[in-house]
């Protein structure tokens, strides 16, 4: 069943407020959370444990799919039959090669996802033969990832002052510059990235028993995966539950010469989840969550009116599978 984010009761204040906390510093300790926050030790320890334990929120990693060897994602727009379309949306979801699937308001059977490309042939034959297995789903157009600016993974509420988030960043595990583009994942890779998956928060001592290795390579195992940005740690929330339950997918048409001026400059907007650059008629997909409608208009006109480069605009109101933004379920070759 799809979302329905009128229904969602919004987090208080202070939960939003670790919510936000962790999407910058998903593995930062309670203790560190509370006196960033201004806020007592138990107290946050015990919002945050509700948080968890309700499924509020979630902590997990994700490879970084290029490095990895994962390959390239491509987002597809889809029209179903509406006879089927819950059936559909359902299978999409499961699929190990759909990193996630949102249906769009206002158009009847129309989807968008997310497919992981394990081959470029599997490219040239979406438009024609459609995806593997869903015979009954015709592909409208496809968008190759070329560049991310933001990824979901990167996106916070914005809720704390630029100290606080100032703060968090600073005990964050720096990348290395010269890492390579591409990283050979060793066995023990694979299972502290399986661990992470499954629980981002996960104690050095409880992975270090996991693993039958030192607490302290434990953590330099974490370290190093992160120094090399093959995975990504990040904090999962329905943006409903911050008080944004608007989301929106803005496909704009700019000029090359204002690709990575407009890129960027979306990237920066809080109202932004994700930006990439991506091939197409429409070279740019930008993912908005706001508070509401008039939210969204202001959007618009303030943030994509100040611009210059954007040649045409669509925008298509979305409403997203749980759970939100599910890691690759697929380990890299």
Not at 223 to 234: G, I, M, P
Request: net charge neutral.
């Amino acid at each position: 069943m799809l979302n329905d984010s009128d229904a969602t009761e919004v987090l208080s204040g202070l939960d939003q407020r670790i919510v936000a906390a962790l999407q910058i510093s998903p593995r930062a300790g309670v203790a560190e959370v509370g006196r960033i926050l201004g806020e007592h030790e138990r107290s946050v320890s015990r919002h945050l444990q509700r948080l968890l334990d309700t499924g509020a929120v979630r902590c997990t990693a994700e490879y970084d799919r290029l490095r990895c060897g994962l390959g390239p994602t491509v987002r597809l727009r889809l029209k179903a039959p509406t006879s089927c379309l819950k059936s559909i949306v359902q299978e999409l979801a499961n699929r190990p090669d759909v990193l996630n699937v949102a249906a769009v308001g206002g158009a009847v059977g129309h989807l968008w996802c997310e497919l992981l490309l394990e081959s470029h042939r599997l490219l040239y034959s979406l438009t024609t033969d459609g995806i593997p297995g869903l015979p009954e789903i015709d592909v409208r157009s496809s968008h190759v990832t070329l560049r991310p600016f933001l990824t979901e993974a990167e996106w916070h509420a914005p809720v704390l002052t630029e100290e606080e988030e100032k703060r968090l960043r600073a005990s964050l595990v720096k990348p290395l510059p010269d890492s390579a583009h591409r990283y050979e994942l060793t066995p023990t890779d694979l299972r502290v990235a399986d661990a992470l998956m499954k629980n981002g928060r996960i104690s050095l001592t409880d992975l270090g028993s996991g693993l039958g290795v030192s607490t302290a390579t434990a953590g330099r195992r974490v370290t190093a995966l992160l120094e090399r940005r093959v995975l990504h740690l990040r904090t999962v929330v329905d943006p409903a539950l911050l008080g944004r339950p608007v989301q929106a997918r803005v496909r704009l048409k700019v000029h090359p010469a204002g690709l990575e001026e407009v890129g960027s400059a979306l990237a920066a907007s809080p109202a932004v989840r994700s930006c990439v650059a991506v091939t197409g008629r429409h070279n740019l997909l930008a993912d908005v969550c706001v508070e509401h409608e008039t939210s969204l208009y202001s959007f618009v006109v303030d943030t994509l009116g100040a611009l210059p480069h954007i040649l045409a605009y669509d925008t298509d109101i979305i409403r997203r599978l749980p759970p939100d933004g599910p890691a690759p379920r697929t380990a890299p070759r």
